[in-house]
């Protein structure tokens, strides 16, 4: 139970980093574009290492202690693969002008628009967008804590980096349309719960199943979503914020801290 109340209010801090996007929105002049892109190229990095190193050998080892190595192996690509197709489906059903990940920057609050229904139904649809995308990412981050806390530190880390663009998103058409600075971080706030609320759906439905092929099925989708959210999402985003070279910077970085956090704390 200690475990399971770590890991939902671990999942809590990284659905709601997406209000500190909120904020940034309305406390700074400027877009830090330098800084979102190592930070967001730093995340990828973690995730896609943690992903390949640590998680899906996890899940094989997982499924195989139960299946057979060589069941254990089929099951975990079928899941790697499945928990990408997951996510690429829910990207697809969103339109692209109310993606989440379309770049948004904090001098457009200054760019207000008279269109204010078309801004408030950009902004509605981007707070449904990123709550879709939150609803299996706080089941990663959920069951990745639950597995091991200190292996999820880094990935709650990472999720939540991933999540202050996202706040930014939401907020700029809201503001635009209404005016108001209250129903924009409201929004934003909102679309974060998704997270732990998807941790939690997940976790209630998945318990009574839960044994070792089960978890080893989800911690290889995990992996799967994580891998195709850092190269579908975070990286592209990362070059458009900053320079080429900076994302890559970041992706290292954030490659070489998850190795070193393995080698010494798991």
Not at 47 to 60: D, G, K, L, T
Not at 123 to 152: K, Q
Not at 180 to 198: H, N, V
Request: aromatic share 10%; glycine share 8%; proline share 4%.
């Amino acid at each position: 139970m200690n475990n399971v109340l770590i890991a939902f209010c671990f999942t809590l801090v990284a659905g709601l980093s997406t209000s500190i996007g909120s904020l940034i929105a309305f406390l700074t002049k400027s877009t830090n574009k330098k800084f979102l892109s190592v930070s967001l190229g730093f995340s990828a990095g973690v995730m896609v290492y943690v992903s390949m190193i640590e998680i899906f050998p996890e899940a094989q080892n997982s499924i195989a202690s139960a299946l057979g190595e060589r069941m254990g192996s089929t099951l975990t690509v079928v899941a790697f693969f499945a928990g990408m197709f997951v996510i690429a489906i829910i990207d697809k059903l969103i339109p692209s002008e109310e993606n989440p990940h379309e770049l948004k920057l904090v001098e457009d609050l200054e760019n207000k628009s008279n269109n204010n229904s078309k801004l408030l139904r950009t902004g509605m649809f981007t707070a449904l967008a990123i709550a879709l995308h939150n609803f299996p990412e706080g089941l990663a981050t959920f069951v990745s804590a639950l597995d091991d806390p200190a292996l999820a530190l880094p990935i709650v880390f990472a999720i939540a980096i991933h999540n202050i663009p996202e706040g930014i998103s939401v907020s700029i058409p809201i503001y635009h349309a209404t005016g108001s600075k209250k129903k924009a971080f409201l929004y934003s706030f909102i679309s974060g719960l998704a997270e732990p609320i998807g941790a939690l759906v997940g976790w209630l439905i998945l318990m009574p199943f839960m044994n070792e092929t089960v978890f080893g099925i989800i911690f290889a989708s995990v992996a799967g979503i994580m891998v195709f959210i850092s190269f579908d999402e975070l990286l592209p985003a990362a070059r458009e914020y900053g320079e080429h070279h900076l994302s890559i910077y970041g992706l290292i970085s954030g490659m070489m801290l998850m190795a070193v956090s393995l080698l010494l704390f798991v």
